[in-house]
Every structure is written in structure tokens, then in C-alpha cells.
């Protein structure tokens, strides 16, 4: 895997995050390189610039390495981008105190003079930063959108004059090109909250604009709802919880436990935290609240305290763009460490996704619990002496 970045006469070490993630997979890709390249040559120089939705801070670290006091509003939703982009300072030798970070549901502030983005896969969310963009920013301030030259045609560049200002694409460079956009000043109207009943368990749920599974309930979740498992449980990760359907049901099924969710994607966590206060999860007769909420890259930050006797999870199979399955190995590693002796990993997984494999290697056990055409609930159990072995 490469990790030389050099574009522009900058030459900087770049890795993902985690660093030592076991995925062939590069920092950043063709459309960054086209950015940097582009500023380059109109010879853009230092301004307040928002840098959104940076994958592992590729543009961060080539901006600052240009000028260490280069002011960047880093934008994202991934705790994942921002620890790669902290990473990727420090294995560069740079400071990052020109750093200032915006969660995807901030606005920029309004001296913002240039704006740097990459276009996300999800376009919804697309919409919403340019809407959120259209807030802030000034008649004229230029907005560079990176993309591969695949993913941009007329739709988009009308999608973009709607919601933010003219748009233009240059000529491709390794099937890439940079948009122009020029904000027009005007602002628009956030996009309404969308909400949906999950009847047969008295829910309701919403979903930010980033949060996986937009307005219907997920298959695998579906599956991995109808089949939890028995018995009484007092702590419950919900692992990459999206809008926290798995742990808002696991509370009603074992009404005593503490729920932990954590996901990598901030508007997920807000998301899970605004469906457990509206479903009124928290028994107002216990001392303090049982819904924990945690923006964070699997259970690396979880603390000490916090041994969970259930954990269940509905691991992705990509990163971006990117299709691996690095994430899930990792949420089954930090189960397996984090669980309590006895306790209990349950996945839900495409079955041609082989993770019965992985679960048996970690834990020297896996049991299915359910399966249908597609999909398989497997159960996984730490052995009660906590072995490693
Ligand atoms: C397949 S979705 C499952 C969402 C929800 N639990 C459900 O069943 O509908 C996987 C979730 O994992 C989250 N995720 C991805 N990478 C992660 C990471 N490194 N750490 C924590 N969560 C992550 C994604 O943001 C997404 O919400």
C-alpha cells in the first residue's frame, strides 16, 4: 500500500486510521490530489478555508504543510477522520493549533473565505452541507468540490447551483475533476426531520441526514430485532448503532440494563440520542439515566468500568467508498475484550460474509441463532474463565 503523497511539490507520509488496519487500503485518493493540484496552479493563497468531509485529513496536512498557520475549519462526521487527520499531523511532523473542528450539524462560522470538499457517497448528506454551506458563506467565496469524473454529471452540477451557487466541472485528470461552485449568498432552509413508526415495538424513529438506513428499517436489523437473545442482561453495547434501533429495543426487552451506544458517525450518536429521549427509554425511577451515548471508532475510548454481558452489532462492510471488512474484525476484536467472561457478541451479517469465521477463530465458538436466505444471527460466547485461548 502506498503511503507517499506528492502532489504540488508536497510530500507527506499519509495512513488510515486506524494505522495498522488490516486493509490494503490507501488515505486518500485521485480527487484529493486534484484539489491540492488545482490550488496550486490558480496559486490560492492562505485564507480561511473549511475543509469538508477530509477521509484521513489528506487535504488538512497538504494545506498546512504549505503554510503552517493556514486557518482550517475541518468539518466531519467520521471520529475515524478526525483521529486519522490528528494522526496523520503528527506522523508529519506538523502542529495542528491552525485546527478548528466542526461537527456535520454545525454551521461555518461566516469568515470563511474558501471551502475544500470531497463529494460524500451519500448524497442526502451532500445536500444537507450545501445547504448548511448556503448559511454561511458569503456572495463569491469559491467552493472546490473533489470527485471521480464517474460520480459527476448534470443532475449533480444542478443539484449544487440549487442549493448552493453556479457550478462547474473542470477537465478530468486521473478520472477526476474539481467543481467549481460560487456560492450565490443566498441561504436555504434546513432539510425537515424524517421520522418512522416501528409499530409492532412502539417506536419511533429519525434519522440525520449521515445516519445509515435513512427512513426504513434495515434487513439485518430486522432480523437481528426478531431474534435477541434471551435471558437478562445488565450492560448493552450497541456497536455502530446507526439511529440506536438495536439498543432502543434491547431496553425494552431487558428493562434493567445500561445501554452503551457508540458509532463512528456523530450524526448516528445524535441520532440514537434524540430516538432514546422521544421513545422515553430512561426509567425515571433509577438514580441516573441508562442511555450512554459514544461518538467513537469502535470501543477503542470505552471505559474501563463499562464490561458489557451483551453486545450486538450490525458491522458495515465498507469505509467510505471503500469495501473491507477491516471494521468488522475490529467492533469483534474490542467485543471480545471488552466482553465480560460469559457474555455474549450477537452479530447480524450478509451470510456470503463468512463472519461465523472470524467469530470462531476470536472466541473458538460461533452458534447460529437464525437464518434466512440472505442474512444469519450468530452467536458468539467469551468462556467463562475469560481465556484468551
Ligand atoms: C450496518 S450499519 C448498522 C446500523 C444499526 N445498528 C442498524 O442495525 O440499523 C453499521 C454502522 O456502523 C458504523 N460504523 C462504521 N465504522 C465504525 C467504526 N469504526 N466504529 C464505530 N461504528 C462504526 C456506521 O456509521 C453505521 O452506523
Not at 463472519?355 to 444471527?377: E, P
Request: proline content about 6%; glycine content about 6%.
Amino acid at each position: 500500500m502506498t503511503t507517499q503523497f506528492s502532489v504540488a511539490d508536497i510530500e507527506l507520509s499519509l495512513s488510515r486510521y486506524p494505522a495498522n488496519q488490516v486493509s490494503n487500503l490507501q488515505a486518500w485518493d485521485a480527487a484529493d490530489e486534484h484539489l491540492i493540484k488545482h490550488l496550486k496552479e490558480i496559486e490560492q493563497p492562505k485564507a480561511n478555508t473549511a475543509v469538508v468531509n477530509d477521509s484521513f485529513g489528506a487535504l488538512c496536512t497538504a494545506l498546512t504543510s504549505s503554510e503552517a498557520d493556514w486557518p482550517i475549519w475541518v468539518e466531519t462526521d467520521a471520529k475515524t477522520s478526525q483521529l486519522g487527520t490528528l494522526h496523520n499531523f503528527s506522523a508529519n511532523g506538523l502542529s495542528y493549533t491552525n485546527l478548528a473542528w466542526l461537527n456535520s450539524r454545525e454551521l461555518p462560522p461566516k469568515c470563511i473565505a474558501l471551502v475544500l470538499m470531497k463529494l460524500p457517497k451519500n448524497l442526502n448528506y451532500f445536500v444537507h452541507q450545501l445547504q448548511r454551506l448556503s448559511q454561511s458563506l458569503a456572495p463569491d467565496t469559491p467552493v472546490y468540490i473533489g470527485a471521480k469524473t464517474k460520480a459527476i454529471n448534470k443532475t449533480l452540477l444542478e443539484t449544487i447551483t440549487k442549493h448552493l451557487g453556479p457550478a462547474t466541472a473542470s477537465l478530468a485528470w486521473k478520472k477526476t475533476r474539481v467543481i467549481t461552485c460560487i456560492a450565490d449568498g443566498k441561504p436555504r432552509a434546513l432539510p425537515k426531520e424524517v421520522s418512522w413508526p416501528v409499530k409492532e415495538f412502539n417506536l419511533t424513529i429519525s434519522n440525520l441526514s449521515n445516519v445509515f438506513a435513512a427512513n426504513k428499517l434495515d434487513i439485518g436489523a430486522r432480523i437481528m430485532l426478531d431474534n435477541l437473545p434471551e435471558g437478562q442482561f445488565d450492560t448493552i453495547v450497541d456497536l455502530g448503532c446507526g439511529n440506536g434501533i438495536l439498543g432502543l429495543r434491547a431496553k425494552q426487552c431487558y428493562p434493567n440494563a445500561q445501554v452503551h451506544f457508540v458509532d463512528d458517525s456523530e450524526m448516528a450518536i445524535t441520532s440514537a440520542k434524540q430516538n432514546w429521549q422521544a421513545n422515553k427509554l430512561d426509567d425515571p425511577e433509577q438514580p441516573q439515566p441508562q442511555g450512554h451515548f459514544h461518538w467513537d471508532d469502535c470501543l477503542t475510548h470505552l471505559g474501563d468500568e463499562v464490561k458489557p454481558d451483551l453486545v450486538l452489532c450490525n458491522p458495515p462492510f465498507h469505509q467510505g467508498e471503500a469495501i473491507t471488512d477491516h471494521i468488522a474484525w475490529q467492533m469483534f476484536l474490542d467485543a471480545y475484550h471488552r466482553l465480560r467472561p460469559g457474555g455474549m457478541l450477537q452479530v447480524v451479517g450478509n451470510r456470503h460474509l463468512g463472519y461465523h469465521v472470524k467469530l470462531k477463530r476470536i472466541f473458538k465458538n460461533c452458534t447460529t441463532a437464525a437464518a434466512n436466505g440472505k442474512f444469519v444471527i450468530l452467536r458468539a460466547i467469551k468462556s467463562p474463565q475469560g481465556a484468551d485461548k
